[in-house]
């Protein structure tokens, strides 16, 4: 009851489908700058934003500002 090459072929189609996922990072190193201070800006924009919100939330005060 032998299955011939089964367990290689299943081997190397595993091998190959973790190869094709393992993928490097592409970018240059003046991209990934680019790219990560591009990241950035928007995390401030965003807790800028989120700060201000709670400001005004704060601002108005009592019971009026929680319910929604």
Do not use: L, V, W, Y
Request: proline letters at 0%; aromatic letters at 2%.
């Amino acid at each position: 009851m032998t299955r011939g090459n089964q367990r290689d072929k299943a081997r190397e189609a595993a091998q190959k489908k973790a190869a094709s996922s393992k993928t490097k990072n592409n970018m240059s190193g003046t991209e990934f700058q680019r790219a990560k201070e591009s990241a950035a800006e928007i995390m401030r924009q965003k807790q800028a934003a989120s700060e201000a919100k709670k400001a005004a939330d704060a601002a108005g005060g009592g019971k009026d500002a929680k319910k929604k």
